[in-house]
């Protein structure tokens, strides 16, 4: 069993920055693959990052490229999510995910998931 703890949300003005945090529990967090994804009221959780269990290999869906960055430390058990000239339309709930295995951009294939934080961006 894995336990994410998400933290780092929080209201800020269009163009601003965040960074996310999701911490992990349990199992060897170190050979999870891991992923963040979002949920806005009314819409479906969407991929936002994915990133292979040792960092090598991070995929980004489209509308965040060039402006979020996923990254890990193995060591503290953590993975981030660094979130760059924010937009209204970032405005959602960011929920970490795990799951023991490849990179994988669909929710449903994660095992392991957060409790969410939430992320909002006035204009």
């Known amino acids: 069993q894995v336990h994410l703890v998400e933290s780092g949300g929080g209201l800020v003005q269009a163009g601003g920055s965040l960074r996310l945090s999701c911490a992990a529990s349990?199992?060897?967090?170190?050979?999870?693959?891991m992923g963040w994804f979002r949920q806005a009221p009314g819409k479906e959780r969407d991929f936002v990052a994915t990133?292979?269990?040792?960092?090598?290999?991070?995929v980004y869906a489209d509308s965040v490229k060039g402006r979020f960055t996923i990254s890990r430390d193995n060591a503290k058990n953590t993975v981030y999510l660094q979130m760059n000239s924010l937009a209204p339309e970032d405005t959602a709930v960011y929920y970490c995910?795990?799951?023991?295995?490849?990179?994988?951009?669909?929710?449903?294939?994660?095992?392991?998931w957060g409790q969410g934080t939430q992320v909002t961006v006035s204009s």
């Open positions: 995910a795990g799951r023991y295995g490849g990179i994988t951009t669909r929710a449903g294939e994660y095992d392991y």
């Open positions: 349990g199992r060897a967090f170190s050979r999870a693959a």
């Open positions: 990133i292979f269990w040792s960092g090598s290999t991070t």
